[in-house]
């Protein structure tokens, strides 16, 4: 990888339209007061960042949970995923990834399998971080379907800022672990719902790659993995 590389990354085309109107802005604010035009630029090049898809390397081991998001853990919880989604009223291990905004907000799925349900509910835009977001905020929730019958659920949360959440995928689609299925516009959280007696390897506070680090291992025996900070 060069040093050009390392800053300049692809830009997923959600974003086209956003960075031409921060550029458009930012020119206007140069004619009015040059001052203002170098604050529109760098908000512009925030933009391009915000909107970035850089490529990642997807562990290439079966039965591996990734994470599907960037961001940290905020929270591991027993908890029933959405109803909409009709899993059942059993609670399940859930793991929340925040994003700021600084994030990549591209979602990438955290195992492979078969688009069984997509559900997508209104709700309220508090922040993302708390708990209550889970039930509360704008939410699309999806169902994967693993090769032997179990369920994942992966839910994109709308956050303070957040005001559109875009899901790529549809129901019977095939996805591959760590595909891009969707985006979330300006700060919010994804949930991941573990199949029963499935446990996390990883713990509250760590950085998360979507796409790379690994959430959980659908074969791993034993409890819960520790994790501490070094």
């Given at each position: 990888?060069?040093?050009?590389?390392?800053?300049?990354?692809?830009?997923?085309?959600?974003?086209?339209?956003?960075?031409?109107?921060?550029?458009?802005?930012?020119?206007?604010?140069?004619?009015?007061?040059?001052?203002?035009?170098?604050?529109?630029?760098?908000?512009?090049?925030?933009?391009?960042?915000?909107?970035?898809?850089?490529?990642?390397?997807?562990?290439?081991?079966?039965?591996?949970?990734?994470?599907?998001?960037?961001?940290?853990?905020?929270?591991?919880?027993?908890?029933?995923?959405?109803?909409?989604?009709?899993?059942?009223?059993?609670?399940?291990?859930?793991?929340?990834?925040?994003?700021?905004?600084?994030?990549?907000?591209?979602?990438?799925?955290?195992?492979?399998?078969?688009?069984?349900?997509?559900?997508?509910?209104?709700?309220?835009?508090?922040?993302?971080?708390?708990?209550?977001?889970?039930?509360?905020?704008?939410?699309?929730?999806?169902?994967?379907?693993?090769?032997?019958?179990?369920?994942?659920?992966?839910?994109?949360?709308?956050?303070?800022?957040?005001?559109?959440?875009?899901?790529?995928?549809?129901?019977?689609?095939?996805?591959?672990?760590?595909?891009?299925?969707?985006?979330?516009?300006?700060?919010?959280?994804?949930d991941v719902y573990l199949?029963?007696?499935?446990?996390?390897?990883?713990?509250?506070?760590?950085?998360?790659?979507?796409?790379?680090?690994?959430?959980?291992?659908?074969?791993?025996?034993?409890?819960a993995v520790r994790v501490?900070q070094e």
């Amino acid at each position: 990888m060069t040093m050009l590389e390392t800053f300049l990354k692809p830009m997923h085309r959600e974003g086209y339209r956003f960075v031409a109107i921060f550029a458009a802005i930012t020119l206007v604010l140069f004619w009015l007061w040059q001052p203002l035009g170098w604050l529109g630029l760098g908000l512009t090049v925030w933009c391009y960042y915000f909107f970035r898809d850089p490529k990642r390397f997807v562990p290439q081991v079966e039965g591996l949970i990734i994470s599907p998001a960037d961001g940290v853990i905020s929270l591991i919880e027993p908890a029933v995923p959405p109803v909409e989604l009709g899993m059942g009223p059993e609670a399940l291990t859930r793991v929340s990834v925040f994003m700021s905004v600084f994030n990549c907000h591209v979602n990438r799925a955290p195992i492979g399998g078969r688009v069984k349900a997509i559900a997508y509910r209104a709700g309220t835009f508090v922040n993302a971080s708390l708990d209550k977001a889970s039930a509360n905020n704008e939410r699309n929730s999806v169902c994967i379907e693993l090769s032997d019958g179990r369920q994942i659920a992966v839910v994109q949360i709308a956050g303070l800022v957040a005001r559109r959440i875009v899901c790529f995928t549809k129901v019977g689609q095939a996805l591959r672990t760590g595909e891009r299925f969707g985006l979330i516009r300006f700060g919010s959280r994804l949930d991941v719902y573990l199949p029963t007696g499935v446990e996390p390897m990883v713990g509250l506070g760590q950085t998360m790659i979507a796409g790379e680090t690994v959430l959980a291992d659908l074969g791993r025996k034993g409890g819960a993995v520790r994790v501490g900070q070094e």
